[in-house]
């Protein structure tokens, strides 16, 4: 018999004992490649994948899709096999792992009954277990829900649309009206699962999903309360004129693009200003440790980026000495790693300042929070076309609100409002930027 080898959940940190199952990128029966990712974990501080250690068949998949598992536990097997003839071992195309206990090595026939941990087929794709236990729970038929996983494969996420949108509710008789109870009654059905639970009332379906919160989803919750419980957080605002920053841009996007091979955005305008604006205000790149004061003599700025994972915040090192190439060309690279969920914890590790834009998602507002254990964080937001006076004329300039909170244990109310004003200066002036004054 082919030797099996569990497939076990690594260590990803000094202080992580447990991770989030996320997407499986396999599924039972495929032939996968040694060292090809096998299934998606999420910590507290990133998504990681987990490679397959030997080339052969997946089975015994003990964890799904939102579950949690220890490090070190065990959430699935690989079946040592070579690569099938003719195929690329996926089980929808005849790369099925032989049966437990065949040694003839040959594939099962297309009409034996699946193992019950394996897919079952339905349709042109196969079911996955979660969404089997669904389509039973509410008594569907696989071949009624569209199926949205790859080669075809049915989702649970597929299931749980297709309830939302009020399919699952029993089909009425074709030419009796919709019943109206006579009087005020319990509903007349329930269904439940850890997943979704649906009533009946006189008006329809009203649904409800419950989903564990993600490792990072609990992580940021908690670090949030952490900086409103232990910190002395203000916020002071100011306002900008982007005329002269969306100039310079508009000059000379076209070649910095074909130069560095990267777009040329406002946030490595509003970093380098940053840096600036640190230096003259040192407290704000500041920590407290203990009855101590740390301040930094370099800027490590933390990017706030949504993930797909939710908001994530990978850190710039060192940008003092980085060009606006560099800051972008970052910037970009963080943002697709985060999109793809493969950020790594290291990348998120650290910072002594962070900037926040929250103007991408439309925000004209807002009082962002620290990240413990930074002093400040930096909210860009909207460029919104006002009124603005200048030299005694109204005129309209591209404005954007600006945002500044900070711990007020280390940092005053002086040198927060003047940081503010140094951003603003610098950005109304970018000059400012080349010339160090």
Do not use: C
Request: proline residues 8%; without cysteine; aromatic residues 6%.
């Amino acid at each position: 018999m082919s030797d099996i080898i569990p497939v076990e959940v690594p260590t990803v940190g000094e202080s992580i004992s447990e991770v989030q199952i996320g997407n499986w990128l396999k599924q039972e029966g495929d032939w996968v490649k040694s060292g090809e990712d096998l299934v998606e974990i999420e910590t507290e501080k990133a998504s990681v994948q987990i490679p397959a250690p030997a080339s052969g068949y997946l089975q015994s998949i003990t964890k799904q899709s939102d579950e949690f598992a220890e490090v070190g536990q065990q959430i699935a097997s690989i079946q040592v096999a070579e690569q099938p003839a003719g195929g690329d071992g996926g089980s929808s195309n005849g790369g099925s792992a032989p049966a437990a206990g065949n040694t003839a090595s040959a594939p099962a026939p297309a009409a034996s009954a699946p193992a019950p941990s394996s897919p079952a087929k339905s349709g042109g794709g196969f079911v996955m277990p979660a969404a089997q236990r669904l389509l039973d729970e509410h008594k569907l038929d696989a071949s009624q829900v569209p199926a949205t996983g790859p080669g075809g494969r049915l989702l649970k996420e597929d299931v749980l649309a297709y309830i939302r949108n009020g399919s699952s509710r029993p089909a009425p008789a074709p030419a009796a009206p919709p019943a109206v109870p006579a009087t005020p009654a319990a509903p007349a059905q329930q269904m439940s699962s850890p997943e979704t639970a649906s009533l009946m009332t006189s008006g329809g379906y009203r649904s409800e999903e419950v989903k564990p919160m993600s490792m990072l989803r609990r992580t940021i919750a908690s670090r949030l309360v952490q900086a409103q419980q232990t910190a002395a957080l203000l916020t002071t605002f100011n306002e900008i004129n982007m005329a002269p920053v969306m100039a310079i841009r508009s000059k000379y996007k076209d070649a910095f693009a074909k130069k560095h091979g990267v777009k040329l955005g406002f946030m490595s305008f509003f970093a380098k200003a940053t840096v600036e604006a640190l230096r003259r205000y040192p407290a704000v790149n500041a920590e407290i440790r203990g009855d101590s004061m740390v301040y930094r003599n370099y800027q490590d700025i933390g990017i706030a980026i949504g993930g797909g994972k939710g908001l994530v915040v990978p850190v710039l090192r060192n940008v003092e000495r980085m060009s606006f190439a560099e800051v972008e060309g970052s910037i970009a690279e963080y943002a697709r790693l985060a999109g793809e969920n493969r950020l790594q914890p290291s990348d998120l590790m650290g910072g002594t300042f962070t900037i926040s834009n929250g103007g991408i998602y439309g925000s004209l507002l807002s009082t962002p929070i620290v990240n413990p254990p930074q002093s400040g964080i930096l909210g860009l937001h909207s460029i919104q076309e006002r009124p603005v006076a200048e030299d005694g004329q109204v005129v309209i300039r591209p404005m954007m609100y600006v945002a500044l909170t900070y711990d007020h244990r280390i940092v005053d109310g002086r040198e927060a409002v003047g940081f503010l004003v140094a951003i603003k200066e610098t950005i109304e002036d970018p000059a400012r930027l080349f010339l160090e004054v």
